[in-house]
């Protein structure tokens, strides 16, 4: 029996910790109760949001009216596949695979590969957020990437009914923060088969302190209310803007795309404040919510960086977090 509850706080179960009431509300801890969810929709002809962990979405102060069917932790949702059990034929070059359902923590996911000795997961860690919304965006850090890891996921596709499919790694249409899922929301993770290799128990926790590391030098702590990275970083063709980029940090543009936080520093807009939006002085690509701060707020603030951005450089800042708003 699905427990959907009625008027519930939205800003709880975001880390941005905005947005107003959901009109109908369930958590979902496995699939069965996720198809149950999404039939209950169906059947009563209402609009769902599929909402993982949360750290990826604004939602509207007037809330979602509709239904939002969170997958939470199933407790056990990560499973060996047999690959594990045939050890003895195990080869340095060849992948062992996990299956890990949508609700469960990306940090599940790495705790799990560090018990384990498998590495290519390192970069996820502190990352807030499940493996769905991960597969989503396909998230990503210090080089990378969720694409890098995704044997084949298992989707409901809900655009003709409810139809059950399993899709490999390139049908995903993995590219930078997105992915098939991203264009098409009638398509819904329900778990992800995970392929990583054996690696040195010492190097992979050596690799996690680093990057953690890392992450505290460059990122607000995760408690105060933001949502990640605001803006993609977007491609950039003007040489002379690279040139400077590159003068004035030190750094080589990676993958030709250029860090959305040192355009927004560049046109002076790093540590301040909109109204109770404060666009971080760590990191100028992160928006801080510093209390009380409304979805309103937000797009004033995303509308003055959009707008310097392209006065200052030509260039059109495109948001990476979801909006969830009603119209
Ligand atoms: C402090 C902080 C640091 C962060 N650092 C990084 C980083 O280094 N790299 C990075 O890439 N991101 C980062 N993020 C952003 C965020 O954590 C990731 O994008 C994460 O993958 C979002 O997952 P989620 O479960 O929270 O998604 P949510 O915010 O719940 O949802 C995001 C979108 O995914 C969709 N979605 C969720 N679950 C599913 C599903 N099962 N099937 C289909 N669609 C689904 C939702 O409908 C929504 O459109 C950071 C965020 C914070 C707050």
Known sequence: MLDIQKNINLAKYSTFKIGGPAKEFVEVKNEKDLEKALEYARNNKINFFILGGGSNVIFDDEGFKGLIIKLGSGGNGINKVSSFETEEIFKESEFLYFDIWAGEKLSAAVNFSKENDLTGLEWAVSIPGTIGGAVRGNCGAFGGSISDIISEVRILDEADGSILKIISNSECNFSYRSSIFKDNPDLIVISARIKLKRGDK????????????????????????????????????????????????????????????????????RGKKIGNIMISDINANFLINTGGATAKEVIIATSIIKQKVRTEFGIQLKEEIKLVFNN
């Open 202 to 269: 010492d190097e992979i926790g050596n690799k996690i302190e680093k990057i953690l590391k890392e992450r505290a030098k460059k990122q607000p702590n995760s408690w105060i209310g933001n949502a990640g990275s605001f803006f993609m970083n977007p491609i950039i063709e003007d040489e002379k803007v690279k040139e400077l980029f590159e003068k004035e940090t030190g750094s080589k543009i990676i993958n030709n795309r250029i860090p959305a936080g040192w355009l927004i520093e560049e046109v002076g807009l």
